[in-house]
């Protein structure tokens, strides 16, 4: 089916899975495909428009993906054979769990047209230097645009999993599911140095889980699914955590644009 028109739904920690949304949107639109992005942590999946083609976009953490976008996506409604197209955004590897996504999808009636995983900068523990982060995207975003043509011209492949695959998406579910444990939640702990942070709410105000409370300074609550995007967005640095080497952070895309509130 040719695709006319296009509506693509993102998550995206630190502004790499968006930047590739954004992306695809501009190829898309260049060509008359007349596409918007929007927000997974702001839509409503059952308000999604079933007749336009979609896209779904996600970060690749822990070889899976974040709960609140497992969750998105099961609240999906069923489907009559809406045509989707998936992609998301690794540092290195995600042992395929894009197929086990599609999977998932074909399960609720969803066609998928294509799937692709994009390698971006690292977001987490080995956070690039700027050159390596340059010459990652340098090859990243031409295959990013490949993509978004190929799809429009219905010749793009999908990622193709297997029982392995699917079994190791199943036990990394398990892994991610317990982040919302009280005790991950314990141990997850971000710190504020009061004498860096400037109370300007930034953090509380981008937080996709509403994690953040402005009480003087921001407190953390038990809902955090390491996004990573309170931390890499302040603009004082005065957010730290045992998770990061080195308290090394990355920023995918400028502030004003992480800020999910904000249309895109
Ligand atoms: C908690 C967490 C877990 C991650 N796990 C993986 C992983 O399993 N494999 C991988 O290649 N990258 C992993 N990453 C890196 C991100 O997938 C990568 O940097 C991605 O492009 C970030 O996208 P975003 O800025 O849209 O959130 C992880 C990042 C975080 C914060
Ligand atoms: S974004 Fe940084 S400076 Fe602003 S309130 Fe949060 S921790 Fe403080
Ligand atoms: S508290 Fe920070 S890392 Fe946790 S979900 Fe919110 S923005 Fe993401």
């Given at each position: 089916m040719k695709v006319n028109k296009s509506d693509i739904y993102v998550f995206s920690g630190t502004g790499n899975t968006l930047s590739i949304a954004k992306k695809i949107a501009e190829v898309f639109n260049s060509k008359n495909v007349l596409t918007k992005v929007h927000r997974i942590e702001a839509?409503?999946?059952?308000?999604?428009?079933?007749s336009s083609t979609i896209g779904i976009g996600f970060t690749v953490a822990c070889w899976n993906t974040y709960p609140m976008v497992k969750k998105w996506l099961k609240a999906l409604p069923v489907s009559n054979g809406t045509e989707v197209f998936l992609f998301d955004s690794m540092?290195?590897?995600?042992?395929?769990?894009i197929a086990s996504i599609a999977k998932q999808l074909e399960n609720k009636g969803y066609k998928i047209i294509g799937s692709k995983e994009f390698k971006m900068p690292?977001?987490?523990?080995?956070?690039?230097k700027e050159e390596k982060k340059l010459k990652k995207l340098n090859i990243t975003m031409p295959l990013v645009e490949k993509f978004a043509e190929d799809i429009i011209a219905g010749k793009a492949d999908a990622v193709k999993g297997g029982f392995i695959y699917c079994l190791f998406f199943s036990f990394t579910s398990l892994v991610v599911n317990t982040w919302n444990w009280k005790l991950s939640q314990k141990m997850i702990t971000f710190k504020i140095d009061k004498q860096l942070c400037?109370?300007?709410?930034l953090c509380a105000d981008i937080c996709p889980k509403n994690?953040?409370?402005?009480n003087e300074f921001p407190v953390f609550n038990n809902?955090?699914?390491?996004?990573l995007r309170c931390i890499s967005y302040c603009p004082v640095k005065a957010i730290s955590s045992k998770l990061l080497y080195k308290n090394r952070t990355h920023r995918g895309i400028p502030t004003g644009e992480i800020k999910w509130r904000n249309p895109i």
């Open positions: 839509t409503d999946p059952k308000n999604i428009e079933l540092g290195d590897s995600s042992f395929k769990m690292n977001n987490f523990l080995l956070v690039e400037t109370k300007c709410g994690n953040i409370t402005m809902k955090c699914e390491i996004c």
